[in-house]
């Protein structure tokens, strides 16, 4: 049966607890919160199992995306491994999507010289070791999108998510 998902976002203003029981009582059956720490994700998982719901996907943190073209900063790598955790967790509670921007920002050059894809040539080893999906959003820097969806065209775990 189809599931009709909801995107949790942290300014709702109500415990985790309540918005579930609302959107359960309103008919959803999945959600799709947005990445901020595991025990985070725990109680979303929790609170979903106890309200006959699943949760479809997890948007990965908007934090520090450009810096995942630059990995040998400390800056890059602070946000790689933000996005790895996110990974784990998205294994550890049984999610099988993990939404993630493949750029962030509308201001922005896109770089002449060649892009490096070495963070996400991990990400995607990983995520296909794992069994997990990754869907690149379509947001801002475009060229970004299409770097990637075209380096990737053969894996079938990765895709798009069109926001």
Not at 63 to 72: A, D, K, R
Not at 141 to 155: K, M
Request: proline fraction near 6%; aromatic fraction near 10%.
């Amino acid at each position: 049966m189809t599931k009709i998902g909801f995107s949790l976002q942290p300014q709702y203003g109500l415990p985790v607890e309540r918005i579930m029981e609302l959107l359960a009582q309103a008919g959803f059956s999945a959600v799709s919160p947005v990445w901020t720490t595991e025990e985070h994700l725990e109680s979303i998982a929790a609170c979903a199992a106890a309200n006959g719901m699943t949760i479809q996907s997890v948007h990965a943190p908007l934090t520090g995306i450009p810096q995942l073209w630059e990995p040998e900063t400390d800056a890059s790598k602070q946000a790689q491994a933000e996005i790895l955790h996110c990974v784990e967790a998205c294994e550890k509670y049984h999610v099988p999507v993990m939404v993630l921007h493949s750029w962030q920002g509308l201001e922005y050059t896109f770089p002449k010289e060649p892009l490096d894809f070495r963070f996400f040539d991990t990400l995607v080893a990983v995520t296909k070791r794992k069994g997990l999906s990754v869907a690149l959003e379509n947001l801002e820097g475009e060229e970004y999108l299409a770097a990637l969806l075209e380096r990737y065209a053969d894996q079938t775990h990765i895709g798009f998510c069109w926001d």
